[in-house]
């Protein structure tokens, strides 16, 4: 979570600095499984005039890149046997800049083994409480801090729908939380993970982390960080990792966020469509983990909602990474300036590494449902923030699960 602007989750300050990025929601990753290059059009990832090529398989069933995809993603500064071979460690920030207009997210096989994911750190995001003494609106009283409580192992048997987005920023590997959600466009078969927007982009100093993968159920049996050091990759990953082969923002985030305070984070959500690196046997992301969360966008105010549930890895000391955690508590409101919707708030303790995790609480409906995700929060941790879910969002979040209808 970011300090109060969430530090990406709070605590250690680094790994996720962001730097000057043009206004737009959506990014286009390539990946070798299903390469495709798009033209982004701000805030509309199904801009006219996209321009998408598919790999092809052989018949020893290895994909191969079509020439005329190399062609124009070499057109826009991309070598894509280069990138994997290194080049995507080159942070130039004119480059970056450049290449947030349209970004390439080619799948490379091995790249997060157990002990990169294991070393990746929470994105730099804390917030000081002076950084608050600004906010206008209604804001109630700092909540109580909630212990937060370990998920008992095997998380998938107890939160199918949890897990971690790894990703490489300028200041390293960083690591965020996130949720299987439901896909409108195919029910039951859904390939979409939901977390924070600074997971995802770094604001509006910055442009779009690579490498940008999603496990579920990290560490599924709740190994200790010590067991995890010779672990294999199936230890930490045992749903496999899927990597996104898309992503959207808000166009607020984008031109608004930062590392630190609480800039943007009223529009602190994403969404990444994603694919497995390797084969799932042709199933989706939500047959594989057996369960997707519905989202919920007109969730009630603030003052009707009796609990909430805030679940994640949080990095940050006291905690290692390692290990689900969860906060229960009813939410109070953030006000961070009075222009933008109001936010939730509740006590918890989970520090950074919880950015981007989902919030539950019932829906609409009566049934379990997302209703926000972990931004922000102090330095010294105590409580967590998140934005709730309206319009904005659902337009994100309408506008991936559109762009992978037909397909």
């Known amino acids: 979570m970011r300090s109060t602007r969430p530090r990406s989750t709070i605590g250690r300050k680094g790994r996720a600095r962001r730097r000057n990025s043009p206004v737009l929601a959506a990014v286009a990753l390539a990946s070798v499984l299903a390469l495709t290059t798009t033209a982004c059009d701000s805030g509309d990832a199904t801009a006219d005039g996209e321009a998408s090529a598919s790999a092809t398989a052989s018949d020893d069933g290895k994909f191969r890149i079509p020439a005329d995809l190399r062609d124009r993603l070499r057109e ?92 490489d920023s300028p200041a390293g590997s ?12 195919h029910p039951g078969k859904s390939n979409l993970v939901w977390t924070a927007g600074h997971c995802v982009h770094a604001g509006k100093k910055g442009g779009w982390y690579r490498n940008i993968a999603f496990v579920p159920s990290y560490n599924d049996d709740g190994k200790p960080v010590e067991e995890l050091e010779n672990a ?91 290990k689900l955690y969860r906060c229960q508590d009813r939410p109070g409101r953030l006000s961070v300036t009075a222009s933008d919707p109001t936010m939730y708030r509740i006590g918890c303790t989970m520090t950074g590494g919880s950015s981007g995790g989902g919030w539950v609480a019932t829906g609409a409906d009566g049934n379990p449902a997302l209703v926000s995700n972990t931004s922000i929060g102090p330095v010294t941790s105590g409580w967590l923030a998140g934005p709730r879910l309206g319009d904005v969002a659902k337009g994100v979040y309408d506008s991936v699960s559109k762009k992978f209808a037909g397909r």
């Open 174 to 185: 960083a690591v965020c939380s996130a949720t299987v959600v439901k896909d409108p466009a």
């Open 76 to 167: 826009h500064g991309i070598d894509i046997d280069k990138w994997k071979n290194g080049a995507w460690k080159n942070w130039d920030r004119d480059d970056w800049l450049r290449e947030a207009n349209e970004y390439i997210n080619p799948i490379i096989e091995g790249l997060w083994n157990p002990d990169r994911m294991r070393e990746a750190e929470e994105p730099d995001q804390g917030v000081e409480a002076g950084d608050l003494s600004g906010d206008r609106g209604v804001t109630d009283p700092t909540p109580e801090p909630v212990e937060a409580q370990a998920v008992p192992p095997s998380y998938h048997a107890n939160d199918a729908t949890a897990g971690k987005v790894f990703f």
């Open 232 to 322: 294999t990759r199936e230890d930490v990953a045992p749903y496999g990792v899927w990597w996104g082969d898309w992503a959207q923002t808000s166009d607020q985030w984008i031109e608004q966020g930062g590392s630190t305070g609480g800039d943007g984070a009223p529009y602190d959500f994403a969404v990444i469509h994603v694919t497995p690196e390797k084969g799932s046997g042709g199933k989706s992301l939500e047959e594989i983990v057996g369960s997707a969360l519905p989202v919920d966008f007109k969730a009630p105010a603030v003052p009707r909602v009796k609990s909430v549930t805030a679940i994640g890895y949080p990095a940050a000391r006291p905690y290692d990474g390692q």
